[in-house]
Each structure stands twice: as C-alpha cells, then as structure tokens.
C-alpha cells in the first residue's frame, strides 16, 4: 500500500484533480521524468537521473483512477559474458489501479493518496520484470577466452592456447592441426 504521505512535488508523484472522481473522466499525458534510484538488477538497469519518456492514461474509474502506460527508458549494464558495457534502451508498459480507499483495496493494491498518486512503483516493478539476469552485449557475444582473459570478439580470428604436452608434441607436423577451440 502507498504510505499517505506523498510528496506533490516529487517527479513521480501525479495529482488526479481534474478528473474530479467522475467516474469515465480521463486524461492523457506525455511527461519526461528523471530515473528513480535503484531501477534495475544486478548487472543493468536504468540510470538514476536518466530521461524516461512517459505516455499515461488516467481514467477514473468506481473505485479509483485506473493509470495505464508506456515507458521508454535508457539501460546502462555490463555483459555477463565479456563485462564490456551495454548501453540500450527499453519500453515497458504498466496498469495499475489506484484505490481510493483502503477499505476496498487488498493488501498489495496500491492507494490515492488524496487526489495524488505515485507512479514510481509500477514505472520500478514493470523495468524490472523485463530486465534479463544475464544481460549480454550481443546475442553471439563469445565472452572472454578461459586461458587469459582476452576479449575473444576482439582477438584474433581462431585465437587460442595450445597446450603442448610432452606425449603428444613429437606427433606435431605429422597431423594437419586442428583448432581445439571449445565452443562455450
Ligand atoms: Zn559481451
Ligand atoms: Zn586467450
């Protein structure tokens, strides 16, 4: 439930006046609001003071005002594969209902404070469903080569570590070489 007390002030937090508790009152914006703190998983996410673009729909509705949007967000992250930085972007769309009393919203639903709202928490819980775990820089990202730590998008084609061993170095020049190179 949203603590009663709000900050009108605060960027996230949006005043439902106009729609004056008529039931089918709508409104529609587009707003640009700085990134929340702490948006995001472990390795990416959105960051803090970065632009999310907002289009948002308020409809009044019986038993609160019904908000319903898209957000598009920039990404800042670090592969999991190869940690070079990911810089992206992503669209995410929410649907909340905001009650305006406690007595017919259940535990979890979220609540008007007043004629104000805050939209943080849907805007936080939509990103965050979207985000990957393992983020990567490119779907065939190869990561970093085991032997010593290289880049392999960067090395050289075929790069790799022969590992010479004794018992099987006196067969070298006998056989074509092969690239033992493990597909990971
Ligand atoms: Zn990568
Ligand atoms: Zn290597």
Same mark, same amino acid.
């Given at each position: 439930?949203?603590?009663?007390?709000?900050?009108?002030?605060?960027?996230?937090?949006?005043?439902?006046?106009?729609?004056?508790?008529?039931?089918?009152?709508?409104?529609?914006?587009?707003?640009?609001?700085?990134?929340?703190?702490?948006?995001?998983?472990?390795?990416?996410?959105?960051?803090?003071?970065?632009?999310?673009?907002?289009?948002?729909? %308020?409809?009044?509705?019986?038993?609160?005002? &019904?908000?319903?949007?898209?957000?598009?967000?920039? &990404?800042?992250?670090?592969?999991?594969?190869?940690?070079?930085?990911?810089?992206?972007?992503?669209?995410?769309?929410?649907?909340?209902?905001?009650?305006?009393?406690?007595?017919?919203?259940?535990?979890?639903?979220?609540? %008007?404070?007043?004629?104000?709202? /805050?939209?943080?928490?849907?805007?936080?819980?939509?990103?965050?469903?979207?985000?990957? %775990?393992?983020?990567?820089?490119?779907? /065939?990202?190869?990561?970093?080569?085991?032997?010593?730590?290289?880049? &392999?998008?960067?090395?050289?084609?075929?790069?790799?570590?022969?590992?010479?061993?004794?018992?099987?170095?006196?067969?070298?020049?006998?056989?074509?070489?092969?690239?033992? /190179?493990?597909?990971?």
């Amino acid at each position: 439930m949203t603590p009663h007390s709000l900050d009108p002030r605060a960027p996230w937090v949006i005043s439902t006046h106009d729609l004056g508790r008529r039931p089918g009152a709508m409104r529609r914006m587009s707003l640009t609001l700085p990134a929340p703190a702490n948006i995001g998983v472990d390795m990416i996410g959105v960051p803090q003071g970065a632009d999310v673009e907002l289009d948002i729909r %308020l409809e009044a509705v019986m038993e609160g005002v &019904l908000v319903t949007g898209t957000a598009h967000a920039p &990404l800042r992250g670090e592969c999991a594969r190869c940690l070079e930085e990911i810089v992206s972007d992503t669209e995410v769309s929410f649907q909340e209902l905001f009650f305006y009393s406690a007595e017919d919203a259940a535990e979890d639903d979220s609540l %008007l404070d007043g004629e104000l709202l /805050d939209l943080e928490p849907a805007f936080r819980d939509a990103v965050v469903l979207t985000l990957p %775990l393992s983020p990567v820089c490119s779907e /065939d990202c190869s990561g970093l080569c085991s032997e010593c730590g290289i880049r &392999l998008a960067e090395a050289e084609p075929g790069h790799g570590h022969e590992v010479v061993d004794a018992r099987w170095a006196k067969l070298q020049g006998l056989v074509p070489e092969h690239n033992n /190179d493990q597909e990971s």
